[in-house]
């Protein structure tokens, strides 16, 4: 069996009960309409070719109603059930990928498009959607159908019935042919709409730039023929799905033509008689409509099958190690951090850090620069283990961080970045982020330390106002003061800035350089620094190149010595 067929039957077993009992309906439903063989054959022989009989007209009534009202409510029946147990797969599949992504590691996290994976979110989990709740239901009742009309038929001439199924290699061929095509091709079409929206996100998050450079027309032309390379590769599998229909129906009716030639032929010789007949040809078609229908199941089917190998790939992504074996708890965090011997590379063979060793002890403010490249990012990345170094150790408080409860390193750090970072809630969940169990004067008094409870109160909501996507509704040194306050309520023993007021006003800068003058002491403060003001504030400075410290000292004592880090503050501060 195929890995992805028995992996769907694994995962689908919590919903076996419900897909049961939908079936069970489905069966009902697809056995109503084989009342209609019958009626035929007492139509013809009791009612329009002898003398009519009333109580057998009013039977035949009560037989097609009954089924029709039986059939229609089965139907119902089985596809609401199973719609609701495919709806409720397809939203733990969802749920699943959700955590998958949100528990990734970040250096596999950063080979993704964020495109990619919401179009493997939407679109591959709609093919399932569709499959589950649509095609399965109505495949069920068609399955049933096509058995009941076929056993009628053998059980009125075998012979005749063979006759139809001559056709049934051809069927099974061109089937599985075009099966074929339209996997590959619905493939395609699946990368194409991932790279539509990848395409798409990516000039959402950089809008400014786009009309900073005038470059709309060239960001709808791209959109644009990523649009139509979509809909070639879409409308080629739709080729494929609406050529076979009418292939299959050429030869379907072709074997019919040969049933009704032989069927009149059986009549005028005597071996059927013409109820049996009527009988004979209501079978056929009833037969036929599955036979017509089991081209689009499949194409649906064959779908889903790609939508599911592309969900199960996201399902499969390895996730961030949480606690290793004996995971050593951090209960009360001084903030003593050591880098010792550590290498990091992103590529083998191209190291960011190189045998590494530095130290940040609690109360420091360590300031980190260099040029471009340096790795000055890689080391605030390695302290909340959000990479993992290929040598050496880092430690807090003497305790090597990749034996500790990851939960408990993390509690201990709050991070400001440059570009912050806001979800689309109110300025108080925004805040509360920091630690969402605090009370509202507790995110009160965090806005008040972060400098930000004046303009809070001033606007219309107060501490309700939402922030748009990403915060778009504020201005930069609101959103960075906002941040401010998010790691002020959690109280970190561990602080990293990226260099917080790098592009900002003067105004909002020193609200915010006043705010970190209450944030900074007693933690340790890990700082990306670019501005002079940051930098003086450091208590020790970390000047790296290529991965390696060069030089280590306060501003005085660097500048004083003219060496490296002299020459680039006096390139960069000295104009």
């Not at 970040?106 to 493997?120: A, K, T, V, Y």
């Not at 081209?295 to 790609?306: E, G, K, L, Q, T």
Request: charged letters at 20%; aromatic letters at 8%; hydrophobic letters at 45%.
């Amino acid at each position: 069996m195929n890995p992805t067929i028995r992996r769907l039957l694994r995962e689908g077993r919590p919903y076996f009960g419900r897909l049961a009992l939908g079936t069970g309906l489905g069966v009902l439903a697809g056995m109503a309409p084989l009342v209609i063989i019958r009626v035929t054959g007492l139509l013809e022989s009791d009612v329009l070719i002898s003398r009519p009989h009333w109580n057998v007209l009013v039977l035949i009534v009560v037989l097609i109603l009954g089924s029709q009202i039986v059939g229609n409510a089965a139907s119902y029946g089985q596809a609401y059930i199973t719609a609701f147990a495919g709806q409720q797969m397809v939203a733990d599949f969802r749920a699943r990928m959700f955590d998958r992504i949100a528990r990734m590691p970040l250096r596999e996290f950063d080979r993704w498009r964020p495109g990619e994976l919401q179009s493997r979110m939407t679109a591959d989990l709609g093919l399932m959607t569709d499959a589950l709740s649509i095609s399965l239901p109505q495949f069920v009742q068609t399955v049933v159908t096509f058995i009941g009309s076929l056993a009628y038929m053998i059980g009125l001439d075998w012979l005749l019935a063979v006759v139809l199924f001559v056709a049934a290699p051809l069927v099974a061929w061109v089937v599985n042919r075009f099966n074929r095509l339209i996997v590959a091709g619905t493939k395609r079409s699946q990368e194409r709409i991932a790279d539509l929206s990848a395409n798409l996100v990516e000039v959402l998050a950089n809008q400014r730039v786009v009309k900073a450079f005038r470059r709309e027309k060239f960001e709808r032309d791209r959109f644009a023929n990523a649009n139509q390379r979509y809909v070639g590769a879409y409308m080629k599998v739709t080729q494929f799905n609406q050529t076979q229909a009418p292939v299959l129906a050429f030869i379907v009716t072709f074997a019919i033509c040969a049933v009704v030639a032989l069927t009149t032929r059986e009549v005028g010789a005597g071996r059927m008689s013409p109820s049996q007949a009527f009988e004979f040809w209501a079978a056929t078609g009833l037969l036929i409509n599955p036979m017509n229908r089991f081209s689009i199941f499949f194409s649906d089917f064959a779908r889903a099958f790609v939508g599911a190998q592309r969900v199960f790939g996201v399902l499969d992504l390895p996730v961030e190690p949480d606690d290793p074996p004996g995971a050593v708890p951090l209960p009360s965090v001084v903030g003593d951090v050591r880098f010792e011997h550590v290498t990091f590379a992103y590529d083998e063979g191209r190291p960011v850090l190189s045998n590494f060793s530095a130290e940040m002890l609690h109360g420091e403010v360590v300031a980190l620069v260099g040029p471009s490249g340096a790795g000055k990012s890689t080391i605030v990345n390695l302290v909340p283990r959000f990479y993992e170094p290929q040598a050496g150790r880092i430690t807090v408080d003497r305790t090597d961080i990749a034996n500790v409860r990851l939960g408990d390193l993390r509690n201990a750090i709050a991070i400001v970045p440059q570009e912050t970072q806001l979800f689309n809630g109110t300025i108080a969940d925004n805040i509360r982020y920091g630690r969402l169990e605090a009370r509202d004067d507790e995110v009160v008094a965090a806005a008040r330390e972060a400098n930000a409870d004046e303009f809070v109160r001033r606007l219309p909501d107060g501490y309700g106002t939402l922030v748009g996507e990403r915060g778009i509704r504020l201005s930069g040194g609101q959103r960075q003061r906002i941040a401010i306050a998010r790691a002020i309520l959690r109280d970190p023993r561990i602080l990293i800035l990226d260099e917080a007021t790098s592009a900002l006003d003067s105004h909002s800068e020193a609200l915010i350089e006043e705010a970190l003058d209450r944030l900074l002491p007693g933690r340790t403060t890990l700082i990306i620094a670019h501005r002079l003001s940051t930098i003086r504030r450091a208590t020790k400075i970390l000047y790296l190149e290529a991965g390696i410290v060069r030089e280590t000292g306060t501003h005085a004592d660097l500048i004083a010595a003219g060496g490296a880090y002299a020459n680039l503050h006096a390139a960069q501060f000295d104009r």
